[in-house]
């Protein structure tokens, strides 16, 4: 069992930038792949980025790729995702979410655990 708690998110202008934490409860986080989702209001969850148990692998979503990046400290059980370039559509809530061992997965149903999500808002 791992517990997720997300934290990072705001209010910020067109262009700007915010970097995102997930941190996890329990000593195996490094045996987690880890991701990160968001859902906008009348939208379906959406994959962002994903990073395997080891970190050596990544994979974004078209749409962010090359704005955001996602990271991870085993040491402190946290995974980030450093967003820049923000636009009005990336305004949702976003998630992170974890799986045990594995590799990268943009498929919401392939992970096992949840946090809360944190707000996201870009204005124009």
């Known amino acids: 069992q791992v517990q997720l708690v997300e934290s990072g998110g705001g209010l910020v202008q067109s262009g700007g930038s915010l970097r995102l934490s997930c941190a996890a409860s329990?000593?195996?986080?490094?045996?987690?792949?880890m991701g990160w989702f968001r859902q906008a209001p009348g939208k379906e969850r959406e994959f962002v980025a994903a990073?395997?148990?080891?970190?050596?692998?990544?994979s974004y979503a078209d749409s962010v790729k090359g704005r955001f990046t996602i990271s991870r400290d085993n040491a402190k059980n946290t995974v980030f995702l450093q967003m820049n370039s923000l636009k009005p559509e990336d305004t949702a809530v976003y998630y992170c979410?974890?799986?045990?061992?594995?590799?990268?997965?943009?498929?919401?149903?392939?992970?096992?655990?949840w946090g809360q999500g944190t707000q996201v808002t870009v204005s124009s």
């Open positions: 979410a974890a799986r045990i061992f594995g590799g990268v997965y943009g498929s919401a149903d392939e992970y096992d655990y």
């Open positions: 329990g000593r195996t986080f490094r045996m987690y792949s």
């Open positions: 990073i395997s148990w080891s970190g050596g692998s990544t």
